[in-house]
């Protein structure tokens, strides 16, 4: 029988499948929007995969299907199986390596793949730490890389690592990637492969059902029944100068990667006539990064989209910049496109924590304070905006950052409880985000962790502190070389190594009273 079927697995957190880690804070229960919305990137290799006859790929969605269903599934169908593919985040890695695991014992012929985020910030750490990964790649634009591999592997032909871009692999007893190459944005979605093994649409459908489709409906007055995202471009502005904010752990191939206006039109409409009625913009900052796409989107609407009364349109939602949606020209844009509400990440109160944040956008000879304290002010500035074009808001911040002291946590307290009065007030923020900052693998945050000398040196140029010596080379010690990384643990060593004058139930407590008062104020939280 031929080795055909190739399973793309979304692995499920972590935290929800094995015992003993800690959940102290971020609880699963309190988010439900994991779940409400298939995984494009993993629909985007299964679709990708389908242009070959001679493969059956299937996908598979850990966070909405039982683990034990989806290795029973790889058990029945082991003999059948070529590959199990695993796109792995930190909060989900070792539920995939669990996968590989047992992807292996069923029949040591099935290769293993693994990718996303956490896997290309530390690759060798999992190859070197994992036997069960046969392949690896690194960066987010591998889908024809991929594709091309598991062809390869299909057609039982030699593997040439050089041949597959982004690639990695074990050679002479060593962990090694090909480099990676810039592809265009994927946007040949078949949306009908979600259900070819385990019925999966209407699981999502119904977890959308719960608060989003209620919610929405409070707010705007609008009846959607099904999400999904929709990836017209990729990257961020503050890519363009290599410069992310610190907590993101995103490796972009290019800066800004997107499709024409006539394409996006394109992916929107497929999404549409597949009956998703909420449209998740993927990109990570639409009104600074992608004005020239959706400028040439308005000016060429096409025609089953003007034939729409507004109100039938599906409703779009994406990401943005304070800075981007305070310019009212750009928030009509946005509007004038659809989209109804956007994601902003506020992230902190005082300017100091949002410059140790690296939040402004700005040259190498910015003033990064005087910068960070225009982009509070933007804050408030875009609440009116909003306000003013019917646009809602949903509002993410984040608590603790590199050099945090007790007088900046209690200014960022103030300043976040008020931007939250003034969101609440309005009817703006459809819903507040809040978390203790977790060093994410790739992330700025996450070097602070592991280097002291980089902690230290950022520090310094803000005037801030972090711990002694000591501890800081303790703490590294405990971090360097590990493949797993449990978010939790990671957030109370960020806080010991980085913010000697708080303990992390400080953090906790403050994230606590952001919640409490975006309650009251008749805020979700979450979504």
């Not at 046969?134 to 598991?150: A, R």
């Not at 609440?424 to 994410?440: R, Y």
């Not at 280097?451 to 590294?476: E, F, I, N, Y």
């Amino acid at each position: 029988m031929p080795r055909d079927l190739v399973l793309v697995v979304v692995p499920p957190n972590s935290n929800t499948v094995i015992t003993g880690r800690l959940l102290t804070v971020t609880r699963p229960e309190e988010h439900s929007d994991w779940s409400d919305f298939l995984c494009l990137g993993a629909l985007s290799l299964v679709s990708s995969l389908a242009a070959n006859p001679d493969l059956e790929p299937v996908y598979v969605d850990g966070t909405i299907t039982p683990l034990d269903d989806v290795l029973d599934y790889i058990t029945a169908h082991a003999d059948r199986i070529l590959a199990v593919c695993l796109g792995m985040l930190t909060a989900s890695y070792e539920a995939g390596v669990l996968i590989a695991r047992h992807a292996k014992a069923a029949d040591a012929r099935i290769v293993t793949v693994a990718g996303n985020d956490h896997f290309s910030s530390l690759a060798e750490a999992c190859m070197n730490a994992s036997s069960s990964l046969d392949y690896g790649f690194v960066g987010n634009e591998v889908v024809g890389s991929f594709t091309d591999l598991i062809g390869a592997l299909r057609a039982g032909v030699p593997i040439d690592p050089a041949a597959f871009p982004g690639l990695v692999y074990r050679a002479d007893g060593r962990v090694h990637t090909t480099a990676p190459r810039a592809e265009p944005v994927f946007s040949g979605y078949d949306y009908t492969l979600v259900d070819r093994a385990f019925l999966q649409t209407p699981l999502y459908t119904r977890q959308f059902g719960h608060r989003i489709a209620p919610r929405i409906h409070e707010l705007l007055g609008r009846t959607v029944t099904a999400g999904v995202p929709v990836d017209i471009g990729r990257g961020c502005v503050k890519f363009a100068a290599d410069d992310a904010c610190s907590f993101c752990s995103i490796h972009p191939g290019l800066w800004r990667n997107q499709l024409g206006p006539a394409q996006a039109w394109t992916a929107i409409e497929a999404a549409w006539n597949a009956g998703y009625d909420y449209h998740y913009l993927t990109a990570d900052e639409l009104p600074l990064t992608f004005a020239q796409l959706l400028t040439g989107m308005a000016a060429d609407a096409p025609a089953w989209w003007s034939a729409l009364a507004e109100d039938e349109r599906p409703l779009l939602v994406g990401y943005g910049r304070a800075d981007g949606i305070a310019d009212p020209r750009k928030t009509a844009l946005l509007t004038s496109l659809g989209v109804r509400q956007i994601m902003i990440g506020m992230d902190a109160g005082a300017p100091l924590s949002l410059a140790a944040m690296n939040k402004p956008v700005g040259g190498q000879r910015r003033d990064v304070l005087a910068e960070a304290e225009k982009l509070y002010e933007l804050n408030s500035t875009a609440i009116t905006v909003a306000r003013d074009h019917g646009m809602l808001i949903r509002a993410g911040f984040v608590v603790g950052h590199l050099g945090m002291t007790r007088g900046l946590l209690a200014e960022n307290l103030e300043r976040i409880l008020a931007l939250i009065t003034e969101g609440g007030k309005h009817g703006v923020f459809s819903a507040v985000d809040v978390e203790v900052l977790s060093p994410q693998p790739g992330a700025r945050d996450y070097t602070y962790l592991t280097t002291p000398d980089a902690a230290r040196q950022a520090a310094a140029k803000l005037g801030l502190t972090v711990a002694d010596d000591a501890t800081l080379a303790a703490v590294s010690a405990r971090w360097a070389h590990r493949d797993v990384v449990m978010p939790e643990d990671a957030m109370r060593d960020y806080t010991l190594a980085v913010m000697p004058e708080i303990g992390f139930d400080d953090l906790a407590q403050a994230r606590a009273t952001i919640r409490s008062h975006a309650k009251s104020c008749g805020v979700v939280i979450g979504e």
